[in-house]
Nanobody, 123 residues
Framework: QPQLVESGGGLVQPGGSLRLSCTTS????????ITWFRQAPGKEREGVSC???????NYVESVKDRFTVSRDNGKNTVYLQLSRLKPDDTGIYSC?????????????????WGQGTQVTVSA
């Protein structure tokens, strides 16, 4: 299985911003829908946002108007811009794709994951 690589996490104060990146050297990401998931301590993993191959996107209600997902096909990277962060946004953020059967449109049942990047929102 190809591997996705996330970066950009860190410690930020409430109200702050971060930009997460998801990339790989093994796939042309513009051919795949990418979903961002997060898992908070003691909670189940939840889908945060999904971006299709054409750039259309959807978001879970709790992050609408605060998070923005985008693609830079030239850099083979998908971004998740996190703004107006809250302590409840704390968690490990992972990107994922369905690569066994190339899937360009959201939603997806992913089979390929990154290792995740930690986001901590705390004063």
């Amino acid at each position: 299985q190809p591997q996705l690589v996330e970066s950009g996490g860190g410690l930020v104060q409430p109200g702050g911003s971060l930009r997460l990146s998801c990339t790989t050297s093994e796939l042309a990401l513009f051919n795949y829908a990418i979903t961002w998931f997060r898992q908070a301590p003691g909670k189940e993993r939840e889908g945060v946002s999904c971006i299709s191959g054409d750039g259309s996107a959807n978001y879970v209600e709790s992050v609408k108007d605060r998070f923005t997902v985008s693609r830079d096909n030239g850099k083979n990277t998908v971004y998740l811009q996190l703004s107006r962060l809250k302590p409840d946004d704390t968690g490990i953020y992972s990107c994922a794709a369905k690569t066994e059967i190339r899937t360009t449109w959201c939603p997806i049942q992913p089979d390929t994951w990154g290792q995740g990047t930690q986001v901590t929102v705390s004063a």
